[in-house]
């Protein structure tokens, strides 16, 4: 009897500011578009997705304007949810049947992060979004998707970015000379202090072997493109 094929298997992150357009808030406009994209390309891959809340609040931006850390992290957890359930609708409209998970429990608009549940409607077809970030301070959504891609075992981590193709060798918006990476270690990303997520995403993915691409968001079509594996941006890797 011949195996059952697997189906490719990806975390998805999405920052914050692709919800809004880069204004406060959703953008319905924007998430549809974005949720027709990955709805198309989940019926061939099982899609995963971590919602960023940088569109509502930052941790880190309200604590330097004298808010205590903890608590204005857990308002920036709190705007990840609001994106996961805006993320969910659009995706049900556009046909995808999909379970929002959440690290701080919310039972009426989520289920609790359940590792083995996720990987159980992942292999039914449907989009499992994560929102809540870990549940914990101090963390940051890109954290979290590689530490939730490594839960899932997932084959990579898209980070999809607004503004951006990929990697460079510099900051493109400063050194013309910049150059677009096709292929990085996540040492050389670590070392010369590469800001494409943060350092503990990196490390965490350096550790324990989990690639990432890293991608633009524009033109559409580009999510899609980066779910079924084709590559675009610059792959980081051990
Ligand atoms: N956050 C947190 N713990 C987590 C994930 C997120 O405390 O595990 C908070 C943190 O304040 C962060 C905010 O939620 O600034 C929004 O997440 P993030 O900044 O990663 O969103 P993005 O920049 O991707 O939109």
Request: hydrophobic content about 45%; proline content about 4%; charged content about 25%.
């Amino acid at each position: 009897m011949s195996e059952p094929e697997t189906k490719r298997r990806v975390l998805l992150k999405l920052s914050g500011e692709a919800f809004g357009g880069g204004a406060l808030g959703v953008n319905p406009d924007v998430v549809s578009g974005l949720a027709r994209e990955i709805a198309e390309a989940a019926k061939d891959v099982e899609v995963a997705i971590v919602v960023g809340g940088g569109n509502f609040f930052r941790g880190a931006e309200l604590s330097q304007r004298g808010m205590d850390r903890g608590r204005a992290d857990y308002m920036g957890m709190l705007g990840t949810v609001m994106n996961a359930l805006a993320l969910q609708d659009f995706l049900e409209q556009a046909g995808a049947e999909t379970r929002v998970q959440s690290a701080i429990s919310m039972t009426q608009v989520a289920e609790p992060y359940i590792p083995r549940r996720a990987i159980r409607h992942l292999e039914k077809g449907r989009v499992v979004i994560f929102g809540a970030g870990a549940g914990l301070p101090y963390f940051s959504t890109d954290t979290v998707s590689a530490q939730r891609a490594l839960e899932i075992h997932a084959d990579e981590v898209l980070v999809a970015k607004n503004g951006v193709d990929g990697v460079y060798s510099a900051d493109p918006r400063v050194d013309p000379a910049a150059v677009k990476l096709e292929f990085l270690t996540y040492n050389e990303a670590l070392v010369k202090g590469l800001k494409v997520v943060d350092s503990t995403a990196f490390s965490l993915c350096m550790d324990n072997g989990m690639p990432m691409h890293v991608f633009g968001m524009e033109p559409a079509g580009n999510v899609a493109k980066a779910i079924r594996g084709e590559r675009i941006g610059t792959l980081v890797a051990t």
